[in-house]
């Protein structure tokens, strides 16, 4: 091995999916050897079959759904607030000045304490655990695109001005253009982070989703199920993610990302 | 349009003094003294001085995107208070919008300009051709050479058919053998116009060479603070092509620049 040196792809691929097997080897070894009692740790079998067991007897498609649903309802309602507020602060200095102060206060507010107060005001239907995503999301959001929409070329500016662009096209055809594609990463962060409040909002006055399911084998002891959930939110995590570059590829030939 | 008692044609700078407030407890840098400096409609004017002596800020004020601290600048009898389409920038860093294909770029001021979009690809198509960018319409400004990049730049800025075209160190940051290509092109480009239509141009170096070659008048600035010490005609005909470099009339205007400059230099670097 050498500092920095490039591996190849096939390489690449065989090393990630090493330490798959790795894990799940070492899973295997712990449980099946006998060095962890059952009850604390379901084997990589046992997890699988409680995992076909969820979705032939339990409706566990209903309950990924369910969550996919919250996850991704409540990241658009927050990104539709948050996108357009922190490229107004990035853009506009004044504005900055008057919401910065807040949101960096606001953004240390953990998402997951409010849940008692949000059931409180929203019942423990789907407008609460909405609220609890956007809640944790928007203000990161708005403060990361601030920050991005901002840090625009003032060189890419000043030639635009040079070419007759006014403050409207300015706004419109430099600054967001040129945001655009970290927005979109800086989105797909968001995206990540959102996963973890879901299941927190879910674990507590939920009638459905992957967290409830979670919840509800602890209940029965079932560590099975458990890890099968667990592994199964980290897959959606991951697909959502592929997903999201992929499409921040396309949308943004020119940045080479 | 214009009016009042100094209604000239082409670029007219009267008294401009540029300082820039001190940072903190430190006292203001005057960039700029008052300075005065006619061009006339057509002229290639190169601004020759060592970093810092603030051809660039002069540059900048006539671009409007800086503001003068005492004096002004008319064009064709119209104050400048704010950067406008009438005056297009080639700036040294590379200033394509990524986002936009060569031809896009072309075509920008055009549309914030609100032309109608036939209009627009045959302009924009005009000035591909003249830069010898054929083929690379579609490309985006991260697949180009810095060469290309800036050929771009300057379509870009001739697109909307400016009254001046100010050029800072548009070449800098090219390499050797790049920046003369440019050089020629940048004369060819402009030399193809009749010589009673050919744009007013404003161009900032420290390049002698470059300097000469392209202008019909070199004006020579002073270390900080700038200020014009010497004005220095280039009876050199046009069209001109590199054969020139070699001539004994640039060698003399060479040397004669060399001297002033010199003394700049040794001056910026020991302020």
């Known amino acids: 091995m050498e ?66 649903w919250r996850v991704l309802g409540g990241f658009l309602v927050a990104a539709l ?97 040129a945001a655009a594609p970290q927005v979109m990463e800086a989105l797909r962060l968001v995206l990540g982070w959102a996963w973890t409040y879901v299941i927190v909002a879910e674990l507590i006055g939920a009638q459905s989703g992957i967290g409830h399911m979670i919840m509800d084998s602890q209940r029965l002891l079932d560590t099975g199920q458990m890890i099968f959930g667990i592994v199964v939110i980290g897959l959606i995590g991951l697909v959502t993610d592929l997903l999201f570059k992929a499409l921040n590829r396309r949308l943004f030939r020119w940045a080479s990302l | 349009m214009s009016g009042g008692t100094g209604a000239v044609r082409g670029l007219s700078i009267r008294g401009l003094t540029r300082t820039f407030p001190g940072q903190g407890r430190a006292a203001p840098t005057l960039a700029l003294q008052p300075t005065d400096l006619d061009v006339a409609p057509g002229e290639f004017v190169s601004i020759l001085g060592p970093s810092g002596c603030g051809k660039s800020t002069l540059l900048r004020i006539v671009a409007g995107l800086d503001r003068p601290t005492a004096g002004g600048v008319t064009l064709n009898g119209r104050q400048v208070t704010r950067p406008g389409p009438d005056r297009g920038m080639v700036f040294q860093s590379y200033t394509l919008f990524p986002w936009l294909t060569v031809a896009q770029n072309i075509g920008f001021g055009l549309r914030e300009r609100g032309l109608p979009e036939g209009q627009v690809r045959a302009i924009s198509e005009k000035f591909i051709a003249r830069t010898g960018l054929r083929g690379f319409e579609n490309h985006w400004p991260r697949q180009l050479s810095g060469g290309m990049q800036q050929r771009t730049a300057l379509a870009r800025a ?114």
């Open chain 1, 3 to 68: 500092p920095l040196k490039p591996v190849s792809a096939t390489a690449r691929l065989l090393l990630g999916i090493g330490f798959f097997a790795l894990f799940i080897g070492l899973w295997a070894l712990v449980t099946l050897g006998g060095f962890v009692q059952p009850l604390f740790l379901a084997s990589p079998g046992q997890a699988l079959a409680a995992g076909w067991s969820l979705f032939t007897e339990y409706n566990f498609l209903g309950d990924i759904g369910m969550t996919v």
């Open chain 2, 158 to 271: 001739l697109a909307n058919d400016p009254e001046i075209l100010l050029l800072d160190e548009p070449f800098g940051a090219l390499d050797h053998q790049t920046r003369e290509l440019m050089q020629e092109l940048l004369l060819e480009v402009w030399g193809s116009d009749t010589p009673d239509t050919r744009k007013t141009v404003l161009f900032v170096t420290h390049d002698i060479d470059e300097a000469v070659f392209l202008a019909n008048r070199v004006l020579v600035m002073s270390a900080r603070p700038g200020r014009v010490k010497a004005e220095v005609p280039v009876p050199l005909p046009y069209p001109r092509d590199w054969t020139v470099k070699t001539s004994p009339e640039f060698a003399t205007l060479k040397a004669r620049l060399m001297a002033e400059i010199r003394e700049e230099v040794r001056k910026a670097a020991l302020a």
């Open chain 1, 81 to 177: 607030m948050a996108v357009p507020l922190g490229l107004m602060m990035g853009a506009y200095k004044p504005v900055e000045a008057f919401f910065e102060p807040f949101i960096s206060f606001a953004r240390y507010l953990p998402a997951s304490a409010f849940i008692p107060l949000l059931i409180l005001w929203a019942g423990v239907g789907e407008a609460q655990k909405l609220s609890v995503i956007i809640l944790g999301s928007v203000f990161q959001i708005v403060i990361m695109v601030a920050v991005i929409a901002g840090a625009t070329r003032i060189d890419l500016v000043e030639a635009a001005y040079t070419l007759g662009a006014r403050q409207g096209g300015i706004l419109r055809r430099v600054i967001i253009p």
